[in-house]
């Protein structure tokens, strides 16, 4: 299994890039970065995007892709989420005026956009050999992780989130899982910020990846940490001993 760091910050510089991950080439975990990072040629390769949630740190670059994939000609883009963010994406997003509604502008293969809900816990097909599961987590509005089984193992994408408890059960009992991609935001003395907007701190961290057994040795991989506290939270995050943690960085390609 391949992953690829497009965007792995909680905010935006020219040196930081919002929550984007691709997995072999295909399936893209949230839309922060994709057409920032890829090649028209890679963009055209993506056949799914997963969305944790409506915030549009997660979504905008759906709507440069949609357009790219429209003049490409196609394939369709699934673009997979919860009810609630499905349902904000089509209200908000791709409504034509914000955004052309690409679900209804057509390819000589089908339409540009699919919009697909999913319910939370239910496996789904996100790819041909790819499979994947939703489950709810902890933020300010609904938004979701997901599990995704690929052909060589499981990756698990926390989505935006603070503490939480089914998301950290359900790892618990996967299969050849083989990392973690986990969201820390704030330094720890600006925990109240983080509570309030549903993120966490090294130390909230620590306490949650405590309720994962049985994974000790998965890497971990950070994402989310907001540019203007990237010194405090990493100087944090090197205290936590006892994990197999990594933060991630722009560009980066990981084997798994």
């Known amino acids: 299994m391949e992953l690829s760091i497009l965007g792995c910050h909680g905010g935006e510089s020219s040196k930081h890039k919002t929550s984007s991950f691709l997995v072999d080439g295909v399936i893209a975990l949230d839309a922060g970065a994709i057409t920032s990072m890829l090649s028209l040629e890679d963009q055209r390769a993506v056949r799914s995007v997963l969305v944790s949630h409506a915030h549009l740190d997660h979504v905008k670059d759906l709507a440069a892709l949609a357009d790219n994939r429209c003049q490409q000609g196609g394939p369709t883009l699934r673009v997979f989420g919860v009810p609630a963010t499905i349902a904000i994406l089509?209200?908000?997003f791709f409504n034509d005026l914000v955004w052309p509604d690409f679900t209804r502008i057509a390819t000589?293969?089908?339409p540009t956009v699919e919009l697909v809900t999913v319910e939370p816990e239910a496996t789904f097909a996100v790819a041909d050999g790819y499979e994947a599961r939703a489950v709810l987590v902890h933020h300010t509005i609904d938004t979701c992780a997901f599990v995704v089984d690929t052909p060589a193992g499981a990756i698990a994408y926390s989505g935006d989130t603070g503490p939480t408890d089914r998301f950290w059960e359900v790892l618990s009992g996967a299969a050849d899982l083989r990392a973690l991609l986990m969201e820390v935001s704030f330094p720890d003395?600006?925990?109240a910020l983080a509570k309030a907007s549903g993120h966490h701190t090294p130390e909230t961290l620590a306490v949650d990846l405590d309720k994962l057994h049985d994974q000790n040795g998965v890497p971990?991989?950070?994402y989310h940490i907001k540019p203007v506290f990237e010194a405090a939270v990493e100087k944090q995050l090197a205290r936590i001993r006892g994990r197999n943690m990594e933060i991630c960085r722009l560009g980066e390609?990981?084997?798994?």
């Not at 390609?253 to 798994?256: T, V």
């Open 90 to 92: 089509r209200e908000h």
């Open 108 to 110: 000589p293969v089908g």
């Open 189 to 191: 003395e600006h925990h």
């Open 220 to 222: 971990t991989l950070l």
């Open 253 to 256: 390609q990981f084997i798994l």
